[in-house]
Protein backbone atom coordinates (compact mmCIF):
# COMPACT_ATOMS: atom_id res chain seq x y z
CA UNK A 1 0.00 0.00 0.00
CA UNK A 2 1.37 3.80 -0.73
CA UNK A 3 -0.74 5.38 1.65
CA UNK A 4 1.35 7.72 3.50
CA UNK A 5 -0.12 7.00 7.40
CA UNK A 6 -0.03 10.47 9.36
CA UNK A 7 -1.71 9.31 12.45
CA UNK A 8 -1.22 5.97 14.49
CA UNK A 9 -2.99 5.67 17.27
CA UNK A 10 -2.61 2.61 19.70
CA UNK A 11 -4.18 1.13 22.72
CA UNK A 12 -5.78 4.81 23.62
CA UNK A 13 -7.78 4.74 26.76
CA UNK A 14 -8.83 7.75 28.82
CA UNK A 15 -10.17 8.21 32.33
CA UNK A 16 -12.43 11.12 33.44
CA UNK A 17 -12.70 11.26 37.43
CA UNK A 18 -16.41 12.17 38.68
CA UNK A 19 -17.60 12.24 41.67
CA UNK A 20 -19.15 8.98 41.78
CA UNK A 21 -15.61 7.58 40.94
CA UNK A 22 -13.24 6.92 37.77
CA UNK A 23 -15.40 5.75 35.01
CA UNK A 24 -13.22 4.97 31.52
CA UNK A 25 -14.93 6.55 28.24
CA UNK A 26 -12.28 5.39 25.80
CA UNK A 27 -10.92 1.86 26.64
CA UNK A 28 -8.54 0.90 23.98
CA UNK A 29 -9.02 2.39 20.86
CA UNK A 30 -6.80 1.78 18.00
CA UNK A 31 -6.95 4.45 14.83
CA UNK A 32 -4.74 4.83 11.20
CA UNK A 33 -5.67 8.32 9.47
CA UNK A 34 -4.49 7.88 6.09
CA UNK A 35 -3.36 11.47 4.14
CA UNK A 36 -6.13 12.21 1.45
CA UNK A 37 -8.51 9.76 3.22
CA UNK A 38 -11.54 10.32 5.41
CA UNK A 39 -12.30 8.05 8.25
CA UNK A 40 -15.67 8.00 10.05
CA UNK A 41 -16.04 7.88 13.66
CA UNK A 42 -19.54 6.52 14.80
CA UNK A 43 -21.43 6.16 17.23
CA UNK A 44 -24.00 7.42 19.61
CA UNK A 45 -23.50 9.85 22.47
CA UNK A 46 -21.27 8.67 25.65
CA UNK A 47 -19.34 6.28 23.16
CA UNK A 48 -16.21 7.92 23.32
CA UNK A 49 -16.21 9.28 20.25
CA UNK A 50 -15.54 12.94 20.87
CA UNK A 51 -13.19 12.27 24.04
CA UNK A 52 -10.55 10.12 21.35
CA UNK A 53 -11.25 13.06 18.75
CA UNK A 54 -9.86 15.37 21.86
CA UNK A 55 -7.77 13.39 22.97
CA UNK A 56 -5.41 13.59 19.43
CA UNK A 57 -5.81 17.69 19.99
CA UNK A 58 -4.99 16.81 24.02
CA UNK A 59 -7.95 19.06 24.69
CA UNK A 60 -9.77 16.69 27.09
CA UNK A 61 -9.95 18.89 30.16
CA UNK A 62 -7.58 18.07 32.71
CA UNK A 63 -9.02 17.67 35.43
CA UNK A 64 -11.16 15.30 35.69
CA UNK A 65 -9.82 13.85 32.20
CA UNK A 66 -6.72 11.95 31.50
CA UNK A 67 -5.31 9.66 28.82
CA UNK A 68 -4.00 7.07 31.02
CA UNK A 69 -2.46 4.66 28.25
CA UNK A 70 -1.13 4.14 24.90
CA UNK A 71 0.41 6.52 22.32
CA UNK A 72 -0.79 9.04 19.06
CA UNK A 73 1.92 9.25 16.88
CA UNK A 74 1.78 11.85 14.16
CA UNK A 75 3.89 11.45 11.41
CA UNK A 76 5.89 8.91 13.41
CA UNK A 77 6.04 10.91 17.11
CA UNK A 78 3.89 10.53 19.99
CA UNK A 79 1.87 13.35 20.39
CA UNK A 80 1.39 12.66 24.19
CA UNK A 81 5.21 12.77 25.44
CA UNK A 82 5.40 16.05 23.47
CA UNK A 83 5.21 19.57 25.89
CA UNK A 84 2.72 21.89 26.24
CA UNK A 85 4.54 24.16 23.72
CA UNK A 86 5.51 21.94 21.51
CA UNK A 87 1.36 20.94 21.23
CA UNK A 88 0.51 23.97 20.76
CA UNK A 89 2.57 24.25 17.32
CA UNK A 90 0.94 21.11 16.03
CA UNK A 91 -2.78 22.54 16.84
CA UNK A 92 -4.04 24.76 14.69
CA UNK A 93 -1.34 24.24 12.04
CA UNK A 94 -0.69 20.55 11.30
CA UNK A 95 -4.21 19.07 13.20
CA UNK A 96 -7.07 21.05 12.88
CA UNK A 97 -10.33 20.76 14.54
CA UNK A 98 -13.78 22.21 13.93
CA UNK A 99 -16.66 21.38 16.07
CA UNK A 100 -20.46 20.56 16.50
CA UNK A 101 -21.65 24.24 17.43
CA UNK A 102 -20.95 27.09 15.02
CA UNK A 103 -23.14 29.43 17.12
CA UNK A 104 -21.09 29.66 19.78
CA UNK A 105 -17.52 28.09 18.75
CA UNK A 106 -16.31 31.39 17.42
CA UNK A 107 -15.67 34.23 20.14
CA UNK A 108 -18.75 36.89 19.59
CA UNK A 109 -16.65 39.86 20.64
CA UNK A 110 -13.73 39.80 17.41
CA UNK A 111 -13.97 39.68 13.81
CA UNK A 112 -14.10 36.92 11.38
CA UNK A 113 -11.04 38.14 10.11
CA UNK A 114 -9.33 38.78 13.55
CA UNK A 115 -10.41 35.43 14.47
CA UNK A 116 -8.67 33.53 11.18
CA UNK A 117 -5.84 35.99 11.34
CA UNK A 118 -4.73 34.84 14.80
CA UNK A 119 -4.21 31.63 13.64
CA UNK A 120 -1.45 32.90 10.91
CA UNK A 121 -0.47 35.17 13.66
CA UNK A 122 0.57 32.25 15.46
CA UNK A 123 1.76 29.63 13.03
CA UNK A 124 2.61 31.94 9.74
CA UNK A 125 4.39 34.56 11.45
CA UNK A 126 6.64 35.00 8.77
CA UNK A 127 3.75 36.55 6.89
CA UNK A 128 3.45 40.34 6.66
CA UNK A 129 0.28 41.94 7.56
CA UNK A 130 -1.15 42.33 4.15
CA UNK A 131 -0.24 38.83 3.07
CA UNK A 132 -2.00 37.49 6.15
CA UNK A 133 -5.24 39.54 5.28
CA UNK A 134 -5.07 38.48 1.79
CA UNK A 135 -4.52 34.96 2.93
CA UNK A 136 -7.58 34.92 5.33
CA UNK A 137 -9.65 36.40 2.45
CA UNK A 138 -8.88 33.97 0.21
CA UNK A 139 -9.24 31.55 2.86
CA UNK A 140 -12.78 32.47 2.85
CA UNK A 141 -13.76 32.39 -0.59
CA UNK A 142 -12.28 29.07 -0.97
CA UNK A 143 -14.44 27.78 1.80
CA UNK A 144 -17.42 29.69 -0.42
CA UNK A 145 -18.62 32.71 1.34
CA UNK A 146 -19.74 35.52 -0.86
CA UNK A 147 -17.71 38.98 -0.87
CA UNK A 148 -14.89 37.81 1.87
CA UNK A 149 -13.59 40.56 1.40
CA UNK A 150 -16.26 42.58 3.41
CA UNK A 151 -17.07 39.68 5.57
CA UNK A 152 -13.74 39.68 7.07
CA UNK A 153 -15.04 42.64 8.97
CA UNK A 154 -18.31 41.24 10.07
CA UNK A 155 -18.96 39.49 13.91
CA UNK A 156 -20.04 36.23 14.27
CA UNK A 157 -23.61 37.16 14.71
CA UNK A 158 -23.56 38.68 11.60
CA UNK A 159 -23.47 35.55 9.79
CA UNK A 160 -25.33 32.27 9.95
CA UNK A 161 -24.74 28.84 11.25
CA UNK A 162 -24.14 27.65 7.87
CA UNK A 163 -21.89 30.28 7.41
CA UNK A 164 -20.39 30.42 10.98
CA UNK A 165 -19.10 26.44 10.39
CA UNK A 166 -17.54 27.38 7.10
CA UNK A 167 -15.65 30.02 8.44
CA UNK A 168 -14.40 27.77 11.52
CA UNK A 169 -13.46 25.70 8.60
CA UNK A 170 -11.65 28.43 6.79
CA UNK A 171 -9.96 28.93 10.61
CA UNK A 172 -9.21 25.38 10.69
CA UNK A 173 -7.50 25.19 7.07
CA UNK A 174 -5.98 28.16 7.11
CA UNK A 175 -2.67 26.81 7.75
CA UNK A 176 -2.96 23.99 4.88
CA UNK A 177 -3.31 20.81 8.40
CA UNK A 178 -2.46 17.37 7.22
CA UNK A 179 -5.24 16.45 9.52
CA UNK A 180 -8.60 17.68 10.38
CA UNK A 181 -10.71 16.71 12.78
CA UNK A 182 -14.39 17.53 12.45
CA UNK A 183 -16.37 16.88 14.99
CA UNK A 184 -20.18 16.64 14.25
CA UNK A 185 -19.75 19.34 11.91
CA UNK A 186 -22.84 19.61 10.43
CA UNK A 187 -25.45 17.91 13.75
CA UNK A 188 -26.14 21.27 14.44
CA UNK A 189 -27.06 23.08 10.56
CA UNK A 190 -30.57 22.42 8.48
CA UNK A 191 -30.00 19.71 6.17
CA UNK A 192 -29.50 21.66 3.32
CA UNK A 193 -27.49 23.50 4.84
CA UNK A 194 -25.78 20.20 5.95
CA UNK A 195 -25.35 18.94 2.38
CA UNK A 196 -23.44 21.82 1.36
CA UNK A 197 -21.15 21.59 4.09
CA UNK A 198 -20.21 17.92 3.66
CA UNK A 199 -19.71 18.59 0.18
CA UNK A 200 -17.52 22.04 0.58
CA UNK A 201 -14.82 19.09 2.63
CA UNK A 202 -14.88 16.76 0.30
CA UNK A 203 -13.81 19.18 -2.03
CA UNK A 204 -11.31 20.56 0.08
CA UNK A 205 -10.24 17.64 0.60
CA UNK A 206 -9.59 16.79 -2.70
CA UNK A 207 -8.00 20.05 -3.39
CA UNK A 208 -5.24 20.29 -0.13
CA UNK A 209 -4.79 16.20 0.43
CA UNK A 210 -5.42 16.28 3.52
CA UNK A 211 -6.57 13.79 6.36
CA UNK A 212 -10.10 13.99 8.08
CA UNK A 213 -11.36 12.17 10.86
CA UNK A 214 -14.70 12.41 10.55
CA UNK A 215 -16.75 12.13 13.16
CA UNK A 216 -20.65 11.33 13.22
CA UNK A 217 -23.92 9.69 14.73
CA UNK A 218 -25.53 9.44 11.35
CA UNK A 219 -24.60 6.47 9.18
CA UNK A 220 -26.26 7.77 5.79
CA UNK A 221 -23.39 10.92 6.58
CA UNK A 222 -20.20 8.70 6.47
CA UNK A 223 -21.28 6.66 3.14
CA UNK A 224 -21.32 9.96 1.39
CA UNK A 225 -17.84 10.96 3.48
CA UNK A 226 -15.58 8.87 4.31
CA UNK A 227 -13.23 6.16 3.11
CA UNK A 228 -12.96 3.97 6.65
CA UNK A 229 -15.10 3.90 9.42
CA UNK A 230 -14.77 2.96 12.67
CA UNK A 231 -18.12 2.09 14.69
CA UNK A 232 -17.66 3.08 18.58
CA UNK A 233 -19.62 1.68 21.11
CA UNK A 234 -19.18 2.36 25.34
CA UNK A 235 -15.50 3.80 24.96
CA UNK A 236 -14.85 0.28 22.31
CA UNK A 237 -14.12 -0.18 17.98
CA UNK A 238 -16.73 -2.73 17.61
CA UNK A 239 -16.61 -2.71 13.79
CA UNK A 240 -13.67 -0.88 11.53
CA UNK A 241 -13.04 -1.14 7.74
CA UNK A 242 -13.41 1.16 4.68
CA UNK A 243 -17.07 1.99 4.02
CA UNK A 244 -18.23 -0.51 1.07
CA UNK A 245 -17.58 -3.06 3.30
CA UNK A 246 -18.91 -2.45 6.42
CA UNK A 247 -22.24 -1.57 4.68
CA UNK A 248 -22.24 -4.84 1.82
CA UNK A 249 -22.07 -6.81 5.34
CA UNK A 250 -21.86 -5.68 8.54
CA UNK A 251 -20.54 -8.05 11.31
CA UNK A 252 -21.47 -6.49 14.41
CA UNK A 253 -24.91 -6.29 15.34
CA UNK A 254 -24.87 -2.95 16.21
CA UNK A 255 -23.46 -2.10 13.08
CA UNK A 256 -26.40 -3.67 11.35
CA UNK A 257 -29.05 -1.77 13.71
CA UNK A 258 -27.81 1.71 13.33
CA UNK A 259 -27.72 0.75 9.25
CA UNK A 260 -31.42 -0.48 10.15
CA UNK A 261 -32.13 2.74 11.38
CA UNK A 262 -31.68 5.35 8.44
CA UNK A 263 -34.72 6.30 6.56
CA UNK A 264 -34.36 5.21 2.99
CA UNK A 265 -35.93 6.39 0.00
CA UNK A 266 -36.04 3.75 -2.20
CA UNK A 267 -38.08 1.10 0.17
CA UNK A 268 -40.72 -0.60 -1.56
CA UNK A 269 -44.21 0.69 -0.89
CA UNK A 270 -44.67 -2.18 1.99
CA UNK A 271 -41.13 -1.03 3.20
CA UNK A 272 -42.05 2.76 3.52
CA UNK A 273 -45.70 1.67 5.38
CA UNK A 274 -43.37 -0.49 7.74
CA UNK A 275 -41.99 1.77 10.82
CA UNK A 276 -38.49 2.66 10.97
CA UNK A 277 -36.19 0.13 12.62
CA UNK A 278 -34.71 1.42 16.05
CA UNK A 279 -31.91 -0.45 18.44
CA UNK A 280 -34.22 -1.28 21.29
CA UNK A 281 -33.07 -0.03 24.74
CA UNK A 282 -30.44 2.53 25.66
CA UNK A 283 -26.73 2.88 25.77
CA UNK A 284 -25.69 1.66 29.73
CA UNK A 285 -24.45 4.22 31.35
CA UNK A 286 -20.20 3.83 32.10
CA UNK A 287 -20.71 3.73 36.03
CA UNK A 288 -22.85 0.59 35.43
CA UNK A 289 -21.50 -1.43 32.28
CA UNK A 290 -22.40 -5.41 32.66
CA UNK A 291 -19.94 -8.03 32.52
CA UNK A 292 -18.79 -8.99 29.05
CA UNK A 293 -19.96 -7.44 25.93
CA UNK A 294 -21.25 -4.01 26.40
CA UNK A 295 -24.20 -4.31 23.53
CA UNK A 296 -25.55 -7.62 24.93
CA UNK A 297 -28.89 -5.99 26.59
CA UNK A 298 -29.58 -4.66 23.16
CA UNK A 299 -28.22 -7.47 21.03
CA UNK A 300 -31.10 -9.38 19.23
CA UNK A 301 -28.38 -11.93 18.85
CA UNK A 302 -26.45 -12.25 22.26
CA UNK A 303 -25.49 -15.61 23.48
CA UNK A 304 -24.38 -17.20 26.83
CA UNK A 305 -20.53 -16.21 25.60
CA UNK A 306 -21.36 -12.88 25.31
CA UNK A 307 -22.79 -12.26 29.23
CA UNK A 308 -20.04 -14.70 30.44
CA UNK A 309 -17.04 -14.20 32.10
CA UNK A 310 -14.86 -13.83 29.13
CA UNK A 311 -14.60 -10.05 29.17
CA UNK A 312 -15.37 -8.14 26.61
CA UNK A 313 -15.20 -9.56 22.82
CA UNK A 314 -12.01 -8.52 21.19
CA UNK A 315 -11.62 -7.01 17.81
CA UNK A 316 -10.68 -9.16 15.45
CA UNK A 317 -10.06 -9.87 11.81
CA UNK A 318 -13.51 -11.41 10.65
CA UNK A 319 -12.21 -11.06 7.10
CA UNK A 320 -9.84 -9.86 5.32
CA UNK A 321 -8.99 -5.82 6.42
CA UNK A 322 -12.57 -6.43 8.09
CA UNK A 323 -12.61 -6.20 11.76
CA UNK A 324 -15.47 -6.44 14.84
CA UNK A 325 -15.39 -7.27 18.16
CA UNK A 326 -17.92 -9.92 18.72
CA UNK A 327 -18.37 -13.08 20.03
CA UNK A 328 -21.40 -14.75 17.82
CA UNK A 329 -20.78 -12.17 14.44
CA UNK A 330 -23.13 -11.67 11.69
CA UNK A 331 -22.94 -14.28 8.86
CA UNK B 1 -26.83 54.67 13.63
CA UNK B 2 -23.92 56.39 14.63
CA UNK B 3 -22.21 56.90 17.87
CA UNK B 4 -23.00 60.27 18.27
CA UNK B 5 -26.51 60.85 17.50
CA UNK B 6 -26.99 57.77 19.75
CA UNK B 7 -25.08 59.41 22.82
CA UNK B 8 -27.41 62.93 22.11
CA UNK B 9 -30.03 60.85 21.93
CA UNK B 10 -29.34 59.26 25.52
CA UNK B 11 -28.60 62.38 27.09
CA UNK B 12 -31.69 64.02 26.28
CA UNK B 13 -33.44 60.80 27.63
CA UNK B 14 -32.08 61.87 30.64
CA UNK B 15 -34.64 65.04 31.03
CA UNK B 16 -37.79 62.70 31.79
CA UNK B 17 -35.80 60.47 33.84
CA UNK B 18 -34.64 63.82 35.97
CA UNK B 19 -38.22 65.31 36.22
CA UNK B 20 -39.37 62.10 37.59
CA UNK B 21 -36.50 61.99 39.88
CA UNK B 22 -37.37 65.65 41.12
CA UNK B 23 -40.97 64.69 41.56
CA UNK B 24 -40.17 61.01 43.66
CA UNK B 25 -38.09 63.95 45.76
CA UNK B 26 -40.24 66.44 46.49
CA UNK B 27 -43.47 64.24 47.28
CA UNK B 28 -40.34 62.45 49.77
CA UNK B 29 -39.62 66.21 51.78
CA UNK B 30 -43.28 67.64 51.42
CA UNK B 31 -45.90 64.93 51.99
CA UNK B 32 -44.13 62.25 53.79
CA UNK B 33 -41.50 64.09 55.63
CA UNK B 34 -42.58 65.99 59.09
CA UNK B 35 -43.27 69.90 58.88
CA UNK B 36 -40.03 70.97 58.25
CA UNK B 37 -41.02 74.11 60.52
CA UNK B 38 -41.28 72.26 63.45
CA UNK B 39 -37.84 70.71 62.88
CA UNK B 40 -35.90 73.92 62.79
CA UNK B 41 -38.35 76.00 65.54
CA UNK B 42 -38.86 73.35 67.85
CA UNK B 43 -41.66 72.10 69.62
CA UNK B 44 -42.58 75.45 71.81
CA UNK B 45 -43.34 77.97 68.57
CA UNK B 46 -45.74 80.39 68.00
CA UNK B 47 -48.22 79.98 65.29
CA UNK B 48 -46.93 83.95 63.94
CA UNK B 49 -43.24 82.07 63.93
CA UNK B 50 -43.99 79.43 62.20
CA UNK B 51 -45.93 81.11 59.45
CA UNK B 52 -43.01 83.63 59.19
CA UNK B 53 -40.82 80.91 58.56
CA UNK B 54 -42.94 79.18 56.45
CA UNK B 55 -42.83 82.13 53.70
CA UNK B 56 -39.02 82.74 54.49
CA UNK B 57 -38.45 79.15 53.25
CA UNK B 58 -41.08 79.52 50.48
CA UNK B 59 -43.56 76.60 52.09
CA UNK B 60 -46.36 78.37 51.62
CA UNK B 61 -46.47 78.93 47.80
CA UNK B 62 -49.01 76.28 45.83
CA UNK B 63 -47.51 72.70 45.47
CA UNK B 64 -46.36 72.97 41.56
CA UNK B 65 -44.58 76.55 42.70
CA UNK B 66 -42.39 74.07 45.02
CA UNK B 67 -42.14 71.11 42.54
CA UNK B 68 -40.78 73.61 39.85
CA UNK B 69 -37.82 75.27 41.98
CA UNK B 70 -37.29 71.44 42.14
CA UNK B 71 -36.33 71.13 38.78
CA UNK B 72 -34.69 74.00 38.46
CA UNK B 73 -32.45 72.92 41.44
CA UNK B 74 -31.35 70.06 39.19
CA UNK B 75 -30.56 71.58 36.20
CA UNK B 76 -29.40 74.53 37.59
CA UNK B 77 -26.85 73.14 40.62
CA UNK B 78 -28.52 75.50 42.56
CA UNK B 79 -29.64 74.31 45.52
CA UNK B 80 -29.90 77.60 47.91
CA UNK B 81 -28.37 77.26 50.59
CA UNK B 82 -28.35 74.91 53.64
CA UNK B 83 -30.40 75.33 56.85
CA UNK B 84 -28.15 74.96 59.36
CA UNK B 85 -25.07 76.51 57.74
CA UNK B 86 -26.61 79.16 56.00
CA UNK B 87 -23.84 78.64 53.26
CA UNK B 88 -24.78 78.20 49.82
CA UNK B 89 -25.19 74.59 49.28
CA UNK B 90 -22.99 74.12 46.04
CA UNK B 91 -20.11 75.61 47.55
CA UNK B 92 -20.39 73.31 50.33
CA UNK B 93 -20.54 70.39 47.58
CA UNK B 94 -17.75 71.83 45.76
CA UNK B 95 -16.01 71.70 49.25
CA UNK B 96 -16.66 68.15 49.75
CA UNK B 97 -15.90 66.70 46.92
CA UNK B 98 -12.46 67.49 46.61
CA UNK B 99 -11.59 65.26 50.25
CA UNK B 100 -13.95 62.43 48.82
CA UNK B 101 -12.80 62.08 45.37
CA UNK B 102 -9.03 62.68 46.20
CA UNK B 103 -9.61 59.19 48.85
CA UNK B 104 -12.51 57.43 46.44
CA UNK B 105 -10.50 58.32 42.80
CA UNK B 106 -7.36 56.69 43.38
CA UNK B 107 -8.86 53.70 45.84
CA UNK B 108 -11.43 53.00 43.27
CA UNK B 109 -9.18 52.73 40.50
CA UNK B 110 -6.25 50.65 42.44
CA UNK B 111 -9.05 48.47 43.83
CA UNK B 112 -10.52 47.50 40.26
CA UNK B 113 -7.18 47.07 39.07
CA UNK B 114 -5.95 44.58 42.24
CA UNK B 115 -8.81 42.61 42.33
CA UNK B 116 -8.54 42.63 38.64
CA UNK B 117 -5.00 41.17 38.69
CA UNK B 118 -5.89 38.58 41.20
CA UNK B 119 -9.09 36.88 39.76
CA UNK B 120 -7.55 36.61 36.41
CA UNK B 121 -4.49 34.95 38.45
CA UNK B 122 -7.01 32.92 40.29
CA UNK B 123 -8.95 32.17 36.89
CA UNK B 124 -5.40 30.92 35.46
CA UNK B 125 -4.71 28.36 38.41
CA UNK B 126 -8.60 27.51 38.83
CA UNK B 127 -9.63 24.33 40.28
CA UNK B 128 -5.81 24.43 41.94
CA UNK B 129 -4.38 25.14 45.20
CA UNK B 130 -4.02 28.71 44.69
CA UNK B 131 -7.35 29.04 43.28
CA UNK B 132 -8.82 27.76 46.78
CA UNK B 133 -6.89 29.38 48.85
CA UNK B 134 -8.29 32.50 47.25
CA UNK B 135 -11.82 31.46 47.58
CA UNK B 136 -11.42 30.94 50.83
CA UNK B 137 -10.03 34.45 51.60
CA UNK B 138 -12.31 35.90 50.07
CA UNK B 139 -14.95 34.47 52.03
CA UNK B 140 -13.38 35.07 54.66
CA UNK B 141 -12.50 38.67 54.12
CA UNK B 142 -15.77 39.32 53.48
CA UNK B 143 -17.28 37.57 56.68
CA UNK B 144 -15.45 40.04 58.77
CA UNK B 145 -17.04 43.66 59.60
CA UNK B 146 -15.88 46.29 57.73
CA UNK B 147 -15.45 48.19 60.93
CA UNK B 148 -13.08 45.60 62.14
CA UNK B 149 -10.73 46.34 59.46
CA UNK B 150 -11.36 50.06 60.33
CA UNK B 151 -10.81 50.03 63.76
CA UNK B 152 -8.09 47.69 63.61
CA UNK B 153 -6.34 49.81 61.18
CA UNK B 154 -6.46 53.11 63.15
CA UNK B 155 -5.12 51.26 66.23
CA UNK B 156 -2.73 49.31 64.37
CA UNK B 157 -1.28 51.76 61.79
CA UNK B 158 -2.06 54.73 62.99
CA UNK B 159 -1.69 54.57 66.80
CA UNK B 160 0.90 51.63 67.48
CA UNK B 161 3.16 51.68 64.47
CA UNK B 162 2.04 55.48 63.89
CA UNK B 163 2.31 55.00 59.65
CA UNK B 164 -0.55 57.35 58.57
CA UNK B 165 -2.64 59.76 59.46
CA UNK B 166 -6.05 58.48 61.75
CA UNK B 167 -7.98 61.77 61.22
CA UNK B 168 -8.75 65.14 59.36
CA UNK B 169 -8.06 66.17 55.97
CA UNK B 170 -5.93 69.26 54.74
CA UNK B 171 -6.33 71.01 51.30
CA UNK B 172 -3.89 70.88 48.23
CA UNK B 173 -1.43 67.98 47.04
CA UNK B 174 0.61 66.82 48.21
CA UNK B 175 -0.79 67.86 52.02
CA UNK B 176 -3.61 65.61 51.51
CA UNK B 177 -1.74 62.46 50.40
CA UNK B 178 -1.10 61.17 54.40
CA UNK B 179 -4.88 61.90 55.43
CA UNK B 180 -5.99 59.57 52.43
CA UNK B 181 -3.46 56.82 52.70
CA UNK B 182 -5.25 54.34 55.18
CA UNK B 183 -8.96 55.23 54.39
CA UNK B 184 -7.91 54.03 50.68
CA UNK B 185 -6.02 50.96 51.93
CA UNK B 186 -9.05 49.86 53.80
CA UNK B 187 -11.30 50.45 50.89
CA UNK B 188 -9.03 48.26 48.70
CA UNK B 189 -9.02 45.99 51.42
CA UNK B 190 -12.60 46.02 51.22
CA UNK B 191 -13.41 45.82 48.09
CA UNK B 192 -10.98 42.81 47.71
CA UNK B 193 -13.09 40.13 49.17
CA UNK B 194 -16.57 40.37 46.93
CA UNK B 195 -14.44 41.75 43.98
CA UNK B 196 -12.55 39.02 43.03
CA UNK B 197 -15.15 36.75 44.33
CA UNK B 198 -17.39 38.22 41.55
CA UNK B 199 -14.73 38.58 38.35
CA UNK B 200 -13.36 35.28 39.02
CA UNK B 201 -16.65 34.03 38.48
CA UNK B 202 -17.29 36.05 35.21
CA UNK B 203 -14.26 34.73 33.60
CA UNK B 204 -14.46 31.35 35.20
CA UNK B 205 -18.52 31.67 32.96
CA UNK B 206 -16.27 32.50 29.92
CA UNK B 207 -13.38 29.80 30.47
CA UNK B 208 -15.76 27.29 30.14
CA UNK B 209 -17.49 28.66 26.27
CA UNK B 210 -16.93 27.06 23.36
CA UNK B 211 -14.96 29.96 21.62
CA UNK B 212 -12.59 29.18 24.16
CA UNK B 213 -11.85 25.55 23.23
CA UNK B 214 -11.63 26.88 19.49
CA UNK B 215 -8.66 29.13 20.98
CA UNK B 216 -7.08 26.19 22.17
CA UNK B 217 -7.58 24.05 19.22
CA UNK B 218 -6.19 26.86 16.85
CA UNK B 219 -2.78 26.79 19.20
CA UNK B 220 -3.19 29.31 21.48
CA UNK B 221 -1.89 29.61 24.68
CA UNK B 222 -3.78 29.99 28.22
CA UNK B 223 -2.37 32.96 28.96
CA UNK B 224 -2.93 34.49 25.36
CA UNK B 225 -6.62 33.31 25.32
CA UNK B 226 -7.13 34.68 29.26
CA UNK B 227 -6.04 37.85 28.47
CA UNK B 228 -7.53 38.21 25.20
CA UNK B 229 -10.97 36.60 24.44
CA UNK B 230 -12.11 35.56 27.63
CA UNK B 231 -10.92 38.92 29.50
CA UNK B 232 -12.79 41.01 26.41
CA UNK B 233 -15.84 38.75 26.90
CA UNK B 234 -15.50 39.35 30.29
CA UNK B 235 -15.68 43.35 30.18
CA UNK B 236 -19.35 43.53 29.54
CA UNK B 237 -20.78 41.93 33.14
CA UNK B 238 -17.58 43.89 34.60
CA UNK B 239 -18.59 47.43 33.39
CA UNK B 240 -22.05 47.15 34.57
CA UNK B 241 -20.21 46.09 38.44
CA UNK B 242 -18.17 48.67 38.15
CA UNK B 243 -20.61 51.54 37.27
CA UNK B 244 -23.12 50.68 39.34
CA UNK B 245 -20.34 51.67 42.16
CA UNK B 246 -19.74 54.55 40.80
CA UNK B 247 -22.44 56.82 43.09
CA UNK B 248 -20.42 55.45 45.76
CA UNK B 249 -17.60 57.68 44.27
CA UNK B 250 -19.89 60.74 44.38
CA UNK B 251 -21.32 60.42 47.58
CA UNK B 252 -18.30 59.77 49.14
CA UNK B 253 -17.53 57.05 51.18
CA UNK B 254 -19.84 57.56 54.26
CA UNK B 255 -18.20 55.24 56.82
CA UNK B 256 -14.56 55.65 56.28
CA UNK B 257 -15.20 59.82 55.75
CA UNK B 258 -16.96 59.92 59.43
CA UNK B 259 -14.43 57.48 61.18
CA UNK B 260 -11.48 59.45 59.39
CA UNK B 261 -13.28 62.92 60.64
CA UNK B 262 -12.75 63.55 56.58
CA UNK B 263 -14.26 66.42 55.12
CA UNK B 264 -16.73 65.44 52.09
CA UNK B 265 -19.63 64.31 50.91
CA UNK B 266 -20.37 61.50 52.82
CA UNK B 267 -19.73 62.95 56.00
CA UNK B 268 -21.73 66.62 55.01
CA UNK B 269 -24.46 64.21 54.37
CA UNK B 270 -24.43 62.26 56.79
CA UNK B 271 -24.59 66.17 58.83
CA UNK B 272 -27.53 66.87 57.11
CA UNK B 273 -29.40 63.97 58.13
CA UNK B 274 -28.41 64.46 61.98
CA UNK B 275 -29.44 68.01 61.30
CA UNK B 276 -32.67 67.58 59.31
CA UNK B 277 -30.97 69.87 56.62
CA UNK B 278 -33.41 69.35 53.81
CA UNK B 279 -31.69 71.76 51.51
CA UNK B 280 -28.64 69.42 51.65
CA UNK B 281 -30.51 66.16 51.95
CA UNK B 282 -32.66 66.83 48.44
CA UNK B 283 -29.32 68.49 47.02
CA UNK B 284 -27.54 65.09 47.63
CA UNK B 285 -30.08 62.81 46.47
CA UNK B 286 -30.56 64.92 43.15
CA UNK B 287 -26.84 65.26 42.44
CA UNK B 288 -26.91 61.01 43.09
CA UNK B 289 -29.49 60.38 40.72
CA UNK B 290 -28.03 62.83 38.21
CA UNK B 291 -24.76 61.03 38.64
CA UNK B 292 -26.51 58.14 38.66
CA UNK B 293 -28.23 58.15 35.25
CA UNK B 294 -25.15 60.07 33.56
CA UNK B 295 -23.38 56.65 34.17
CA UNK B 296 -25.52 55.10 33.17
CA UNK B 297 -25.73 56.08 29.62
CA UNK B 298 -21.59 55.84 29.56
CA UNK B 299 -22.13 52.35 30.57
CA UNK B 300 -24.30 51.43 27.39
CA UNK B 301 -22.02 53.82 25.37
CA UNK B 302 -18.99 51.42 26.60
CA UNK B 303 -20.88 48.38 25.63
CA UNK B 304 -21.18 49.30 22.23
CA UNK B 305 -17.62 49.63 22.30
CA UNK B 306 -16.80 46.02 23.86
CA UNK B 307 -19.95 44.26 22.52
CA UNK B 308 -20.76 44.50 18.55
CA UNK B 309 -23.49 42.18 19.47
CA UNK B 310 -25.21 45.70 21.23
CA UNK B 311 -26.98 47.50 18.55
CA UNK B 312 -27.17 51.53 18.88
CA UNK B 313 -30.87 52.02 18.98
Redesign the interface.
Known amino acids: MSEEKLLEIRNLQVQFNTDRGPITAVKGVDLDVYKGKTLGIVGESGSGKSVTALSIMRLIPDPPGKIINGYIKFKGKNLLDMSLGDMRTIRGNKIAMIFQEPMTSLNPVFTVGNQIIEVLDLHQSHLSKEEKKNKAINMLDLVGIPAPEKRIKEYPHQLSGGMRQRVMIAMALACEPDILIADEPTTALDVTIQAQILELMNKLKEKLGMGIIFITHDLGVVAEMCDDVAVMYCGRIVEASDVSTVFKHPFHPYTKGLMESIPSFDSTEDETKARLKTIEGMVPSLFDLPKGCSFQDRCPEAIDECRGKKGPPLLEEQAPGHQAACFNPLK | MNLYVYTLRRLLYIIPVLLGVCAIVFFLFSVVSPDPTLIMLGKHASVQQMEELRRELGLDRPWFIQYLDIVKSAFTFDFGRSWSTKQEILTMIKQGAIPSLTLSLPAFILSFVISITISLFVAFYR?KILDKIAIFGCVSMMSISSLAYILFGQWFFGYKLGLFEISGYEYGFPDFVPYVILPGIIWIILGLGPDVRFYRTILLDEIY???V?????????ESLILFK?VL??AMIPIITYLIIAIPFLILGALLLESFFSIPGLGAMTLNAVNASDFPVIKAMTILTSVAYIIFSVITDICYTL????VRLK
Do not use: S
Open positions: GQDYRTARAKGLGHKNVDPR
